[in-house]
């Protein structure tokens, strides 16, 4: 699994990456500016949550049960919220109709939450161990 995990880290780690980098030089000419900073929220939250994932597959504080949980919480919370963010902010060049994304943004904040307080639960529960 932690293997699985790494894998899964490694891809959103680059795709942030190349969408920070597509944000920074082609959305910049196209976007206002709020829909950028949306933009870039959107993959800034996706890189923290590459990096939580890089350390958790490599963590010895957790156990397997453990890190499944918060991988699948880190992995839809990115997906609902940064990818909502992602076509909400870019709907004025895709033309997509994005309203019914507005609600998803914070379900997949509440999944990115859930999973700092699952480790935060694990953490002290390994403790009273």
Request: charged share 10%; aromatic share 12%.
């Given at each position: 699994?932690?293997?699985?995990?790494?894998?899964?880290?490694?891809?959103?780690?680059?795709?942030?990456?190349?969408?920070?980098?597509?944000?920074?030089?082609?959305?910049?000419?196209?976007?206002?500016?709020?829909?950028?900073?949306?933009?870039?929220?959107?993959?800034?939250?996706?890189?923290?949550?590459?990096?939580?994932?890089?350390?958790i597959?490599?963590?010895?504080?957790?156990?397997?049960?453990?890190?499944?949980?918060?991988?699948?919480?880190?992995?839809?919370?990115?997906?609902?919220?940064?990818?909502s963010?992602?076509?909400?902010?870019?709907?004025?060049?895709?033309?997509?109709?994005?309203?019914?994304?507005?609600?998803?943004?914070?379900?997949?904040?509440?999944?990115?939450?859930?999973?700092?307080?699952?480790?935060?639960?694990?953490?002290?529960?390994?403790?009273?161990?």
């Amino acid at each position: 699994m932690e293997r699985k995990i790494l894998i899964v880290a490694a891809i959103l780690g680059m795709v942030a990456i190349i969408l920070g980098a597509f944000g920074a030089h082609a959305l910049k000419k196209v976007l206002a500016v709020e829909a950028l900073t949306s933009f870039e929220t959107g993959v800034r939250y996706q890189m923290y949550h590459a990096l939580f994932l890089l350390f958790i597959a490599n963590s010895s504080l957790l156990g397997l049960k453990e890190k499944v949980i918060v991988f699948y919480l880190v992995t839809i919370g990115v997906l609902l919220f940064s990818g909502s963010i992602y076509l909400l902010s870019t709907s004025v060049i895709t033309g997509l109709k994005t309203k019914i994304l507005g609600p998803i943004t914070p379900i997949g904040g509440m999944f990115l939450i859930a999973s700092w307080g699952y480790f935060l639960y694990a953490l002290i529960l390994k403790n009273t161990n």
